[in-house]
């Protein structure tokens, strides 16, 4: 069974420009979430997606947005690009079978490395 | 939401059991904890979850206190390949779903 995958997996950027990164979840998941990692801040929630809808959010300016298509893969979007954008970007998927499984589990792709100059 | 504290770091003699502690004081009496690694720019990788009784897998154990404020990992037999970010998480319900609350980490080096 495939894993989850993202592409690109390297991304360099300029100030001002907008960036599209790309999740596959595994075969079956319904939840895709996506991640910012970054040396000072660590792991940091963006938003989470089922049945293409925005279930949570972070707390992330309106710069940052994404959604969701209907065979489950989603995209995340990040409008003017600012230095501090720069980051590893990881999409997780879950199965999502209800708040009541106890064997429910995030499965994280290798990530986008992101890099704003 | 329930926050976890971690030891930023610590070493480990290849071979030892590794024990990596969490602090988990508010957690609530329905969230779970979780235990992911991360190997150097790779995604978080799932080791072991439990809610209150002592879990064991290929991977792990964990030892979650009666209180359920503290639990620990334990790897029985550290390698090399163990060496890695270690992150204590616990689970809460939100909006239908869940939302993961990752803590700092602890980044574990096991020596040769």
């Known amino acids: 069974k495939a894993g989850v995958t993202q592409t690109p997996r390297y991304l360099i950027k300029t100030r001002g420009q907008q960036v599209t990164l790309s999740c596959s979840p595994i075969?079956?998941?319904?939840?895709v979430s996506w991640y910012q990692q970054t040396p000072g801040q660590g792991l940091q929630f963006l938003f989470e997606?089922?049945?293409?809808?925005?279930?949570n959010k972070g707390n992330f300016p309106g710069r940052f947005s994404g959604r969701q298509f209907s065979n489950s893969r989603s995209e995340m979007n990040v409008s003017t690009l600012e230095l501090g954008d720069s980051a590893l970007y990881l999409c997780?998927?879950?199965?999502?079978?209800?708040?009541?499984?106890?064997?429910?589990?995030?499965?994280f792709g290798s990530g986008t490395q992101l890099s704003v100059l | 939401d329930a926050k976890t504290t971690q030891p930023p770091s610590m070493d480990c003699a290849e071979g030892r059991a590794a024990n990596l502690p969490c602090n988990h004081s508010?957690?609530?009496?329905?969230?779970?904890v979780y235990w992911y690694r991360q190997i150097h720019s790779q995604g978080p990788q799932y080791i072991i979850h439990?809610?209150?009784n002592n879990e064991t897998n290929e991977m792990a154990s964990l030892i979650i206190t009666e209180d359920r404020k503290s639990s620990t990992l334990i790897l029985p037999h550290a390698t090399l390949r163990d060496t890695a970010v270690y992150y204590c998480?616990?689970?809460?319900?939100?909006?239908?779903?869940?939302?993961?609350?990752f803590g700092t980490g602890t980044r574990l080096k096991v020596l040769a």
């Open positions: 997780a998927s879950s199965l999502a079978r209800g708040q009541t499984d106890p064997n429910e589990k995030l499965f």
């Open positions: 075969s079956g998941h319904r939840s």
């Open positions: 997606y089922f049945s293409e809808t925005q279930r």
């Open positions: 508010t957690i609530s009496g329905n969230e779970y």
């Open positions: 439990g809610l209150k």
């Open positions: 998480i616990v689970r809460v319900a939100a909006s239908g779903t869940y939302k993961y609350i």
